[in-house]
């Protein structure tokens, strides 16, 4: 793969994912728990393993992950489900209409070890 090709895949990479947020508490049990926020699970929980692998990183440790919960907070499916037929009508006039960066919020309580 040329380096060309690499920067390309590079910034999409940080495009898409940018769309995430992630925010560590370390609590006095010395476990760390780690709030990501993102309008697709996946990438919620992508942006909170990052963070916890990092945060162990500096020690020579690695991030295991004790728990794990998500919850959906965006709108109803129904809705969801009327602005993408509203996108097929109207050629996507309503381009990310319904989505918020705070749809997915995902908690993971690790440690490192």
Request: aromatic share 4%; proline share 1%.
């Amino acid at each position: 793969m040329s380096m060309h090709s690499r920067l390309a895949v590079l910034s999409l990479v940080v495009i898409l994912g940018g769309c995430a947020s992630a925010t560590a508490l370390q609590k006095t049990d010395g476990t760390i728990e780690i709030v990501g926020l993102s309008s697709s699970e996946d990438d919620a929980l992508e942006a909170v393993l990052d963070k916890g692998l990092s945060a162990c990183k500096a020690s020579g440790k690695t991030f295991a992950v004790i728990d794990r919960q998500s919850s959906y907070r965006g709108i109803d499916p129904n809705m969801r489900a009327a602005i993408s037929i509203a996108n097929v009508l109207t050629k996507s006039s309503f381009s990310g209409a319904g989505r918020t960066s705070s749809d997915w919020r995902v908690v993971v309580v690790g440690k490192c070890q």
